[in-house]
T-cell receptor
Framework: DGGITQSPKYLFRKEGQNVTLSCEQN?????MYWYRQDPGQGLRLIYY???????QKGDIAEGYSVSREKKESFPLTVTSAQKNPTAFYLC?????????????FGSGTQLSVL | AQKVTQAQTEISVVEKEDVTLDCVYE???????LFWYKQPPSGELVFLIR??????QNEISGRYSWNFQKSTSSFNFTITASQVVDSAVYFC?????????????FGAGTRLTVKP
């Protein structure tokens, strides 16, 4: 079955540590996105990628980094510069990034600080 | 700037009741898309519906129906004869950038609990 796989489901970060969240899709979608979800809030866009080897900052990119070396993969690194990383992180994709394309989501990674 | 408001933080109903989830949006554009997504306890958001700003027809899909009213900038979602499996967080979203999809704005979500 086609879909988006995020791993791990739960992740713990120590002070000063960088951690990487994995996102893989087999939908052959061009566009991929990372969102952050905090309790009682909507999703906020961290980074997005319209095509391989290209990505753009979203609304809350500070303290995060991404790469897009393969069409299927869009990992997110939460760096030590992100002072409040505890949140639920969702990866999404769409066929392309044209307006109005629906998003397909992974099942998320819950990141907590030790 | 575009904005989506879901004023109902949590709703609790008993199975078989009808329930309406409200969504009010703000935009200066004449061309935009509205969405509803469902987030069950498993975490992933599931697409329910997309409506563009030029199509004000209401839509029904089984027990789900959507009422789009440009005059009041609302895109409300009704579940008829609710079931326990409808328990989830529901998000309304707005996209108005005519060139790409990365401007999608989500409301804060409404947590629906359907009790047996």
């Amino acid at each position: 079955d086609g879909g988006i796989t995020q791993s791990p489901k739960y992740l713990f970060r120590k002070e000063g540590q960088n951690v990487t969240l994995s996102c893989e899709q087999n939908l052959n979608h061009d566009a991929m996105y990372w969102y952050r979800q905090d309790p009682g809030q909507g999703l906020r866009l961290i980074y997005y990628s319209q095509i391989v080897n290209d990505f753009q900052k979203g609304d809350i990119a500070e303290g995060y980094s991404v790469s897009r070396e393969k069409k299927e993969s869009f990992p997110l690194t939460v760096t030590s510069a992100q002072k409040n990383p505890t949140a639920f992180y969702l990866c999404a994709s769409s066929i392309d990034d044209r307006e109005g394309e629906k998003l397909f989501f992974g099942s998320g990674t819950q990141l907590s600080v030790l | 700037a575009q904005k989506v408001t879901q004023a109902q933080t949590e709703i609790s109903v008993v199975e078989k009741e009808d329930v309406t989830l409200d969504c009010v949006y703000e935009t200066r554009d004449t061309t935009y898309y509205l969405f509803w997504y469902k987030q069950p306890p498993s975490g992933e958001l599931v697409f329910l519906i997309r409506r563009n700003s030029f199509d004000e027809q209401n839509e029904i899909s089984g027990r789900y129906s959507w009422n789009f009213q440009k005059s009041t900038s609302s895109f409300n979602f009704t579940i008829t004869a609710s079931q326990v499996v409808d328990s989830a967080v529901y998000f309304c979203a707005l996209s108005e950038d005519m060139y790409n999809n990365n401007d999608m704005r989500f409301g804060a979500g409404t947590r629906l609990t359907v009790k047996p």
